[in-house]
């Protein structure tokens, strides 16, 4: 093939690819519009006190963590040259959470082991980075008070070992009589923690499933088998019904992990060290029980998000109050 071929047919695919792009972003883009849109009403429900102001303190920090995560692992796939769709968020309108997170499909064999592990390393530990600077931000903002027995139901979220420490640098919580009410920002960091260490637990296709498999190969089923079924067990054992849906999605994408084009490829001891160090995220991250519907006062070891006591208003405005004092002029405002 001459020179002037092989430009002309390069150039013809680059015309035909630019043709596909506006098409292929817009379902991504539309979803992305429609999760920043579920994330804010959320945030202003219930973390936000009725206030605007509260509703972007959630939802702009659990978008970027989210999106910093969709775009470690998008940048990778273009740096490997795996043909892969834009990032898919996933919009849901109901708290805690406002979404379901994102996905990315993609499409071909990966080329070896190197590149899956990249692919499905940086997703979380772009996510993780953002997350712990929300988190300070959040935490600094948040504060302690006293866990009164609740005249309605309070909304409560189990703190992950991570969580916990964290707050510690910030607060005594020695003192049983109280709890931590969280800033909307905390509670973004917290959403975003959760998800990424949920992501991270090594099965499947799900992240910790791509970096199992980069690091054991073919032996990484049998991991990912005994730990589904220690899980499957948990469940049952301790009557946490609410995974039955999450281990069923596992189960129905299958524990094994399909080969890469080359799995020969060495790894080298930095990401060796690296994938098992993400992965023991997992262990600091995540909450078994994460969130709780309580007709008492709530321990220590939760933190209080929302309360639904008899008056909507007097909700709001003692929210408002626990988070940090934003909001509450408008709340006064909208009872005069």
């Given at each position: ?51 605007w102001l509260g509703a972007a303190l959630f939802s702009v920090p659990l978008m970027i963590i ?78 302690l008070v006293d866990a009164r027995p609740a005249t309605g139901e309070t909304l409560v979220f ?66 990912s088998t005994a730990l589904f079924i220690a899980a499957a067990g948990a469940v049952f054992l ?99």
């Amino acid at each position: 093939m001459d020179k002037t071929t092989e430009n002309a047919e390069t150039t013809t695919a680059d015309e035909a690819r630019e043709k596909r792009t506006p098409s292929r972003w817009r379902k991504p883009l539309l979803l992305y519009a429609a999760t920043w849109a579920t994330t804010t009403f959320v945030g202003f429900v219930f973390y936000g006190g009725g206030s605007w102001l509260g509703a972007a303190l959630f939802s702009v920090p659990l978008m970027i963590i989210l999106t910093a995560h969709e775009l470690g692992h998008y940048w990778q796939t273009r740096r490997y040259d795996i043909p892969s769709s834009p990032p898919f968020f996933i919009p849901f309108p109901l708290p805690p959470f406002g979404t379901l997170g994102a996905l990315i499909r993609m499409s071909g064999r990966v080329p070896n082991a190197k590149a899956l592990f990249d692919v499905g390393v940086s997703g979380p530990l772009a996510g993780f980075a953002a997350t712990l600077v929300f988190l300070a931000i959040g935490l600094a903002n948040s504060t302690l008070v006293d866990a009164r027995p609740a005249t309605g139901e309070t909304l409560v979220f189990g703190e992950p070992l991570l969580f916990r420490w964290a707050s510690l640098l910030f607060f005594d919580r020695s003192d049983p009589t109280q709890v931590l009410t969280m800033h909307p920002t905390a509670a973004a960091a917290w959403v975003g923690l959760f998800l990424t260490t949920l992501n991270l637990f090594p099965m499947g296709q799900l992240d910790g499933g791509h970096v199992l498999y980069a690091l054991l190969r073919r032996r990484a089923v049998y991991f990912s088998t005994a730990l589904f079924i220690a899980a499957a067990g948990a469940v049952f054992l301790f009557e946490r019904w609410n995974w039955l849906v999450m281990l069923f999605l596992i189960a129905f994408f299958g524990l094994e992990h399909p080969p890469t084009a080359d799995d020969s490829t060495r790894l080298g001891p930095l990401r060796t060290a690296i994938g098992w160090g993400t992965l023991a995220l997992v262990a600091i991250g995540f909450t078994p029980n994460p969130v709780d519907v309580e007709s008492v006062a709530p321990d220590s070891e939760k933190s209080v998000f929302f309360r639904n006591e008899p008056s909507e208003r007097a909700a709001v405005a003692d929210l408002g109050a626990r988070s940090g004092n934003f909001g509450n002029e408008r709340s006064e405002q909208r009872k005069s």
